[in-house]
């Protein structure tokens, strides 16, 4: 099945950019997601790329997709301490209900 | 627009009571799905429904957990018996049909004592 992998954690320091990386085994996928959640909230839509782009940026996020390795990742640049965190990767496919499968998530620490 | 609305959002309760979970979509948003959250983990679907078809149910631990959309607006998540390993927070998310972005409720956060 589908399986979606992320790093378990990242600490950066204010101003720095932020880089979260992600890998997915779906050749399939047509969208490609980052959510942010913090403590005790839901998910939030940070961005999505379409499977047929490479890059898409929006504001301080960059979204770059390697699909031939299956690699994404989010960018944030000048990481701010409300960056803090943790940050879902997901991958859908149209032909299932754009069901999302998600990663485990990686907890993004923003020191001042 | 109210955003998807859940509730309640804290639930305590002891092993083998039952629990409800409610959902209400964003108006107009025909898909509607429930996804379990453990702690440390990413959401993982339970179930998806299309109006008030449920579509996609193979995650569903059939034996305790049932659900359902009437009206195919509205959805209730019940397990009955709750277990210890049922503690997770319940996120209900909707769509419009054919749309890719799902929109998440902030969740119910179960405590199975």
């Known amino acids: 099945g589908e399986d979606v992998e992320q790093s378990l954690f990242l600490s950066v320091r204010e101003g720095d950019s932020s880089v979260i990386n992600c890998t997915y085994t779906?050749?399939?996928?047509?969208?490609l997601y980052w959510y942010k959640q913090e403590p005790g909230a839901g998910l939030q839509l940070l961005t999505y790329?379409?499977?047929?782009?490479d890059m898409k940026q929006d504001q301080r996020l960059t979204v770059l997709l390697n699909k031939k390795d299956k690699h994404l990742s989010l960018r944030i640049a000048d990481t701010q301490t409300g960056d803090s965190a943790i940050y879902f990767c997901?991958?859908?496919?149209?032909?299932?209900?754009?069901?999302?499968?998600f990663g485990g998530g990686t907890r993004l620490m923003v020191k001042p | 627009e109210a955003g998807v609305v859940q509730s309640p959002r804290y639930k305590i309760i002891e092993k083998k009571q039952p629990v409800a979970f409610w959902c209400n979509p964003i108006?107009?948003?025909?898909?509607l799905y429930w996804y379990r959250q453990n702690l440390g983990q990413g959401p993982e679907l339970l179930i998806r429904?299309?109006?008030?078809?449920?579509?996609?149910d193979s995650q569903l631990p059939k034996d305790r957990f049932s659900a359902e959309r009437l009206k195919g607006v509205d959805s209730t998540l019940k397990i009955q018996p709750a277990e210890l390993g049922d503690s997770a927070v319940y996120l209900c998310?909707?769509?419009?049909?054919?749309?890719?972005?799902?929109?998440f409720g902030a969740g119910s956060r179960l405590t199975v004592l």
């Open positions: 997901a991958e859908s496919r149209m032909d299932a209900g754009n069901m999302l499968t």
């Open positions: 790329i379409f499977s047929n782009m």
């Open positions: 429904y299309e109006n008030e078809e449920a579509v996609d």
């Open positions: 998310a909707s769509r419009i049909s054919g749309a890719n972005v799902l929109t």
């Open positions: 779906d050749s399939s996928s047509t969208y």
């Open positions: 108006s107009g948003h025909n898909t």
